[in-house]
T-cell receptor, first 111, second 112 residues
Framework: EDQVTQSPEALRLQEGESSSLNCSYTVSGLRGLFWYRQDPGKGPEFLFTLYSAGEEKEKERLKATLTKKESFLHITAPKPEDSATYLCAVHYGGSQGNLIFGKGTKLSVKP | ETGVTQSPTHLIKTRGQQVTLRCSSQSGHNTVSWYQQALGQGPQFIFQYYREEENGRGNFPPRFSGLQFPNYSSELNVNALELDDSALYLC???????????FGSGTRLTVV
């Protein structure tokens, strides 16, 4: 049973077309939910950490939100350079300090 | 402030061989974790070291082993390589407590 599920698996947008990526989790005792961006062949690049339901964080065209069961990464007016795979990960009480990742959402933004 | 650096960037090995991957942690970080990322998948936790002691391990066989040194750099060793070990191996360091994981660019291992 997956503990972290991301949807959709792939998303194609036109430049300027806003959308949202979803990350749902089933772990209990959440200590932190992380969003990373990953370019092909590279390591994940940190975007946000969210710690409690209701928390929101923003960075440029990205906004992350958190509820008790899921997180959303909202992308407003995306540009082609936003194309990447976006990974969600959780750190929880039973994870011994490590991160449990979802499989990611591959975002393509066409000009 | 330097980030997390991994070496080598790419590696090709033959099935049955042994490999050592290296990681230099970000300055001030005393915790290092290793992850395996197969193509099209999210990273999978291998193990974690804190102050030179292993303090967490994922569902990987004993032929995956590691070390952390006093300067908090780390090694991942894999013995008896199998074709399925082909993946991107990522190192992540943090100051501990589940905060501030910083990833390196990874080592792409191909087993033939």
């Amino acid at each position: 049973e997956d503990q972290v599920t991301q949807s959709p698996e792939a998303l194609r947008l036109q430049e300027g077309e806003s959308s949202s990526l979803n990350c749902s989790y089933t772990v209990s005792g959440l200590r932190g939910l992380f969003w990373y961006r990953q370019d092909p062949g590279k390591g994940p690049e940190f975007l946000f950490t969210l710690y409690s339901a209701g928390e929101e964080k923003e960075k440029e065209r990205l906004k992350a939100t958190l509820t008790k069961k899921e997180s959303f990464l909202h992308i407003t007016a995306p540009k082609p350079e936003d194309s990447a795979t976006y990974l969600c990960a959780v750190h929880y009480g039973g994870s011994q300090g490590n991160l449990i990742f979802g499989k990611g959402t591959k975002l393509s933004v066409k000009p | 402030e330097t980030g997390v650096t991994q070496s080598p960037t790419h590696l090709i090995k033959t099935r049955g061989q042994q490999v050592t991957l290296r990681c230099s942690s970000q300055s001030g970080h005393n915790t290092v974790s290793w992850y395996q990322q197969a193509l099209g998948q999210g990273p999978q936790f291998i193990f974690q070291y804190y102050r030179e002691e292993e303090n967490g391990r994922g569902n990987f066989p004993p032929r995956f082993s590691g070390l952390q040194f006093p300067n908090y750099s780390s090694e991942l060793n894999v013995n008896a390589l199998e074709l399925d070990d082909s993946a991107l191996y990522l190192c992540a360091s943090s100051p501990g407590g589940g905060y501030g994981y910083t990833f390196g660019s990874g080592t792409r291992l191909t087993v033939v």
